[in-house]
């Protein structure tokens, strides 16, 4: 099982281009999420979503767009990138137990740069 | 502001001695959680332990919650210097259990 893929891996954008980065995940998970990682600052949530077709606001989510339109598949748009958004992203997905979280699953990290 | 912060912000230690974590959290928890990640990497699932759960083990990690405390700490018995990574919590809480929020983490470093 690949578990959680994120494409692409790395990418430099110039200030105002778009791109969507790309979460796939192939364990029949319900829940997604995208974070971003800074130095000294630990993860922060920007979007997740708790099922296909539906999507809900993180802790900054300003600037970003999400879409779940497969279960298995999650994407992160930037509509104009800018600097701030430089940073490394995170998706993750998980279910949940009677109610509770269960561990959530990480792929590996999108280097992205705004120039 | 963040739900979960852990402290220290960064341990250095001798490979064999015992490592401390602690996080403390703001809001009443249905879950807490601790990860790992290696540098360049994506986090690692470690230990949750549950709101009415007081003490888990798995392997060298430990895990107690305080709930009346609002504090959960890690401790890594006999490091090892494969143990170098930074180690996050993160919670959920009661009211929002679909939302989970990690802390800014803890760089553990292992000395051979």
């Known amino acids: 099982n690949a578990g959680v893929t994120q494409t692409p891996k790395f990418r430099v954008l110039k200030t105002g281009q778009s791109m969507t980065l790309l979460c796939a995940q192939d364990m029949n998970h319900e829940y997604m999420y995208w974070y971003r990682q800074d130095p000294g600052m630990g993860l922060r949530l920007i979007h997740y979503?708790?099922?296909?077709?539906?999507?809900a606001k993180g802790e900054v989510p300003d600037g970003y767009n999400v879409s779940r339109l497969k279960k298995q598949n999650f994407l992160l748009g930037l509509e104009s990138a800018a600097p701030s958004q430089t940073s490394v992203y995170f998706c993750?997905?998980?279910?949940?137990?009677?109610?509770?979280?269960?561990?959530?699953?990480f792929g590996d990290g999108t280097r992205l740069s705004i120039l | 502001s963040q739900q979960g912060e852990e402290d220290p912000q960064a341990l250095s230690i001798q490979e064999g001695e015992n490592a401390t974590m602690n996080c403390s959290y703001k809001t009443s928890i249905n879950n807490l959680q601790w990860y790992r990640q290696n540098s360049g990497r994506g986090l690692v699932h470690l230990i949750l332990?549950?709101?009415?759960?007081r003490e888990k083990h798995s392997g060298r990690l430990r895990v107690t919650l305080d709930t009346s405390k609002k504090s959960s700490s890690l401790l890594i018995t006999a490091s090892r210097a494969a143990d170098t990574a930074s180690y996050f919590c993160a919670t959920d809480t009661k009211t929002s259990y679909d939302k989970v929020i990690f802390g800014p983490g803890t760089s553990l470093s292992v000395i051979p």
């Open positions: 993750a997905s998980g279910s949940t137990d009677r109610g509770y979280n269960q561990p959530q699953h």
């Open positions: 332990i549950r709101s009415n759960e």
């Open positions: 979503s708790v099922g296909e077709g539906t999507t």
